[in-house]
């Protein structure tokens, strides 16, 4: 479903990803792990189609191949940003910074359909704000939550487009207390179930529902190894 070809990538004068190649298929649910600065935002902002950004978002060599179409070779800006907006579920590691501090709770959750000017049936918010429990927050300003609080409403906006299968999420966990951390790695573990495709970066240790675990070390994978055990998928 969505592959790296030996995705190269730099910024400035170093080399962020070197020859990143791997295929991913629907139903995996893929942890990606590494240290700070070893590539992995980098890494997912390719998957997901936004790139570097700005003018000059193209990898600097390799692919990324979505169903079979090279995202950066056969698309154009335009469509990109369409893919971004219908198909893939992309939950950027600064994801707080794009929201709109007075708005309410709510108000941010549903900022996409708002801009898009869909609609959205209230039964589905409905059922989602009693999944997380989040009731007695969805008409608190944004500004005055907390930072985990905050990361459910990044959360929530994504789980509400149905048909989204692509997930691709940077730290989903962060600012989660262990609780809530372990519902939403279930909640992401029945996406991928029902046929989804879930990549999410990850720095627990243990991620027990992961079916997938690809470490990456100064731009490259370094292990890619599949459940259950996690037996390694290349030699190193
Ligand atoms: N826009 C940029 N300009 C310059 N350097 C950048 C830029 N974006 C990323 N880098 C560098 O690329 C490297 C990888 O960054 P990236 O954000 O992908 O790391 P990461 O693995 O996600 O780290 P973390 O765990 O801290 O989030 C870092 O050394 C970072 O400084
Ligand atoms: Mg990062």
Redesign the pocket.
Known sequence: MLAADGLRVR??S?N?LESVTMKLHRGDFVALS??????????LRFLAGAG?GGRSPKPDAGRVLLNGTSVYEDLSHRQRRQLLRDVVAFLP?KAKENMLPRETFKYNMLLPFIIAKKAISATRIDELVDAYGVGRLISKPVGSLSGGEQQLVALMGLELVPEKQLFLL??PFAALDSERSDMVSERLKRLAEAGGLVVM?S?RDDEPLATRKIV?QR?SIVSDSVGPGFHSRIDL
């Open positions: 910024i400035g170093t962020i590494g240290v700070n600065g070893s590539g992995k935002s980098t890494l570097k590691q940077d730290e970066i720095h990456l731009g």
